[in-house]
């Protein structure tokens, strides 16, 4: 039996406590996946991953699993959304299955215990052979988002390999407002008081006006700050996405952010946007509705030098890394590339 046919009996149990359950049995470390792709090894921003597909932020929110992360066979893991307080999100129910379309709504707005707790699950996962990113946002209440984010980012950087200001989570009130011009060139020069070494990203919307799009692409060529972008969080539109009938249609009627296959070809535009615009000269990270090689294989296309998931793990369990890993792998032979890296940007079709 295959996972998806498996997870359909569990589907009565609520998403978040199914997420507890996946977290608890990777704590075990019972599951292992030693793959190797030689030509999937890539060197960005100064790091060598074994491959380019990481977790995406919002998996290991607490920074609790990075072993058994590591261990589903992921090139890197993004940790967080870390705040500097604790705090619990909204409301439950606050996590929607659609599993017609393998997509997922939530608005969980940014449940964590806090960057104390955080941190020291962190240093002690130091000696763990991957590459660890953090992802940092402000509390719901915080008066002073630019402090929050230079508090997280001066205590947290020393122990991550890369750092990502999330401002575009559309679960916590007036973020992604910081992405309209004015109050992202704020951001930035607020920021830019620290005397960074690690590489930072800043994570963006799909919904993103291209105004603000072609703004921010100025922005971060210009920027001694920010070294790349990635492409992107969840949705907060519902139209054009979905090309089946639902059978819970109701679900699509809640309020969050929309992740997993139709957010796909939404994200794709955008990459292929900010690649355009920067031309091919910032780090792209592509996440949005990955689930099989061939999405892998678009997103690097298009332009990302880097990719993440999160939504497929949900429908497909453990075994989806390795199966988007090999096809990737297989992709690139079969069009007589040698490494990943020679199909970045080059909109070479998958077919
Ligand atoms: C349950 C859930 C929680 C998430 N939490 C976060 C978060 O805390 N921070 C963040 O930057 N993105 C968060 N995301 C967004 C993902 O990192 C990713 O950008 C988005 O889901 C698109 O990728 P996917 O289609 O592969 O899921 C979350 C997504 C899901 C499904």
Redesign the pocket.
Known sequence: MNFRTFSKFFDFLP?EFL?SLFIGFLKTQLYKKNNSFENLKIKVFGNEFRNPLGL????D?NAEVIKGAVNLGFGFV?L??VTPMPQYGNQKPR?FKIPEIE??I?R?G?N?RGVEEFLEKLKKAQKIKSILGV?I?KNKNSKDLISDYLFLYQKLEAYSDYI?I?I??PNTPGLRDIQEKGNIEKLLNGLSKIKKKKPTFL?LSPDLSRKNLENICRLVIKSEFVNGL?L???TIQRDNLFKKPVKNSWKLGEEG?L???P??EK?NKIIRSAYELTNGKTIIIG?????TGRDAFEKISMGASLL???????YQGPNVVVKILSDLSCSLKRKGLKNVSDLIGKNIKYD
Do not use: D, M
């Open positions: 998403p997420h995406a932020a919002g998996f929110k993004e967080g959304t996590v997509a997922v939530q969980l940014f964590n992802n946002g990502t999330n575009s989570s994570k990635i992107t969080n969840t952010g992740s997993g296959v957010l796909r994200t996440v949005g509705g990955i689930s993440q998931l999160y939504t497929s793990l949900i």
